[in-house]
């Protein structure tokens, strides 16, 4: 069975979504990936319809969308049919994003530096707790430097929270990319986002084995 990555954080506007387009993409190059979008906003249905009417074609992706009774057998066909499963959850930790935790072998929670993230992210890194699930912060939209981004990954450091090494810098080939039903590793061959996204994927890898 597939493992599972679950990207959930209670915050809106985070980049769990677009977390879960580039990483998928990226692990789409050598192996078969499954998206599972349960968040009703369904933009990362956008994304890969996008994706669909592309030529030439970018590397298959599944993709499901789901709610409700329907969500764990979904999740089980996914699983049966793929090498990882990938989860877009919504703005909250009710109902459905529980049971996507509890589903996950790696839980990543984006936070940009801010400390209305990183206080919105506790309920999620409880929730992960209580599940027993792995879970990881994993910073969004950093500037390269800055007071601010200093701040909060001392906060991080001094409270001990779990958190991922690479960093996303805010970078607009992660929107563009996105825009056009891409990873940002399939729309360019380098550049920092590229290498950024690349680091997360491989640390990500590290950990689900
Ligand atoms: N690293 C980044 N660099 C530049 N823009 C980014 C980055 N990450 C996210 N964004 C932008 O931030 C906005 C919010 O991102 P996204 O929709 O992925 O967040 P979300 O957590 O899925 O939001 P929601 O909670 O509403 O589902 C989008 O406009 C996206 O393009
Ligand atoms: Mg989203």
Same mark, same amino acid.
């Given at each position: 069975? @597939?493992?599972? &990555?679950?990207?959930?954080?209670?915050?809106?506007?985070?980049?769990?979504?677009?977390?879960?387009?580039?990483? %998928?993409?990226? +692990? !789409?190059?050598?192996?078969?990936?499954? &998206?599972?979008?349960? /968040?009703?906003?369904?933009?990362?249905?956008? #994304?890969?319809?996008?994706? !669909?009417?592309? *030529?030439? @074609?970018?590397?298959?992706? @599944? +993709? %499901? /969308?789901?709610?409700? #009774?329907?969500? @764990?057998?979904?999740?089980?066909?996914?699983?049966?049919?793929?090498?990882?499963?990938?989860?877009?959850?919504?703005?909250?930790?009710?109902?459905? *994003?529980?049971?996507?935790?509890?589903?996950?072998?790696?839980? &990543?929670?984006?936070?940009?530096?801010?400390?209305?993230?990183? #206080?919105?992210?506790?309920?999620?890194?409880?929730?992960? !707790?209580?599940?027993?699930?792995?879970?990881?912060?994993?910073?969004?939209?950093?500037?390269?430097?800055?007071?601010?981004? %200093?701040?909060?990954?001392?906060?991080?450091?001094?409270?001990?929270?779990?958190? &991922? /090494?690479?960093?996303?810098?805010?970078?607009?080939?992660?929107?563009?990319?996105?825009?056009?039903?891409?990873?940002?590793?399939?729309?360019?061959?380098?550049?920092?986002?590229?290498?950024?996204?690349?680091?997360? *994927?491989?640390?990500?890898?590290?950990?689900?084995?």
């Amino acid at each position: 069975m @597939a493992p599972v &990555l679950t990207i959930a954080q209670q915050k809106g506007g985070t980049g769990k979504t677009t977390l879960a387009a580039h990483l %998928a993409a990226a +692990f !789409a190059a050598s192996r078969r990936v499954a &998206l599972l979008d349960i /968040d009703p906003q369904r933009s990362l249905r956008r #994304w890969h319809e996008l994706r !669909a009417v592309r *030529a030439p @074609a970018p590397p298959a992706i @599944a +993709f %499901a /969308d789901t709610a409700g #009774w329907r969500l @764990a057998g979904t999740l089980e066909q996914l699983r049966r049919a793929h090498d990882l499963v990938l989860i877009d959850s919504p703005p909250q930790i009710e109902t459905e *994003a529980r049971l996507a935790i509890r589903a996950a072998d790696l839980v &990543l929670v984006p936070v940009q530096p801010s400390p209305l993230d990183l #206080w919105a992210a506790e309920g999620t890194l409880a929730l992960a !707790a209580a599940e027993r699930r792995p879970v990881r912060l994993v910073l969004n939209r950093a500037p390269g430097a800055g007071r601010l981004r %200093a701040a909060i990954e001392a906060e991080i450091g001094q409270r001990a929270l779990p958190r &991922l /090494d690479a960093v996303l810098g805010n970078r607009v080939g992660f929107a563009t990319a996105f825009a056009a039903g891409l990873g940002v590793t399939e729309a360019a061959r380098r550049g920092p986002a590229v290498t950024e996204l690349l680091a997360l *994927a491989a640390e990500i890898e590290g950990l689900l084995g």
